[in-house]
């Protein structure tokens, strides 16, 4: 179900929750069409393991799956909120002299599967990223025009970080894949381009950017994870996040490549 007022304030979308106790014997063409309708579907029922996991990715998105990377643990206490993000990094390590990609710039779907609710808030937020930024085009032409039309080094803030490759990874906020699906970005590394001359235009972008953002957050309705429910996005389309919480949380963490991917 997704809420539907106008404007970037009608971004907002609380998942349709779909039972699976056995995530084998799951309807899969109701999975399809719910993620198809509303970018992001909440997966219920199951047990909170690594397998369970990787069983829903290849179910909900079936022959399309191309490729999964390694899943990932996250664990906060007493948390800060987490702000609205799409999925993806760029990772490469060696592993025995060949390099192996852990993460992927390009990740199209992620998997965010609770393992351990917190004793108190956490409540999860999903964004429409494509209504927000269609809503833009009459609302904020000037940050519209930014977002579809300016080059940015996404990863150029956390350029220090090892694994990350140092070539910068240079794009547009919103593209379109070779399939003509659109993406939408949102990432806290991206950077103007070395000697951009329109760098101080570009930083001031990204800051109004961010406060659009986090403003969105404030609109959007909220809804709680139980143990090992698995929130499943449409990494394209929807931004997701999370509010601050007390005790620990614990999430593992999936993204994968379909055959749909950029």
Sequence with gaps: MRETTAGRAGAGVVPERLETQDLETQDTDGIAHSLARDGAVV??????????????????????LRRLFPQRMRTSS???????????????????????????????????????????????FVADAYRFVDALRT??????????????????????????????RAGRHVEYTRTGRRIVRRTDGAVPLHRDPDAEHIEAMLRRFGQAVRELEGT????????????LVDNYRCWHGRDAHEGERTTRILTVLTADAR
């Design 43 to 64: 997966l219920t029922g199951g047990e909170p393991s690594p397998r369970a996991l990787t069983v829903a990715a290849a179910l909900a998105l079936g022959e399309r």
């Design 220 to 231: 959007l309705p909220r809804f709680a994870l139980e143990k090992g429910d698995i929130l």
């Design 78 to 124: 007493d948390g800060s909120p987490v702000h609205l993000h799409a999925d993806s990094f760029d990772v490469v390590v060696d592993v025995a002299g060949v390099p192996v990609r852990r993460r992927h710039p390009d990740e199209d779907y992620a998997l965010v599967q609770l393992t351990r609710r917190p004793s108190s808030g956490g409540e999860s």
């Design 139 to 168: 609302e904020d032409p000037e940050l519209w025009e930014f977002l579809t039309q300016a080059d940015v080094d996404f990863y150029g803030a956390w350029a220090g970080l090892r694994g990350l490759p140092s070539t910068p």
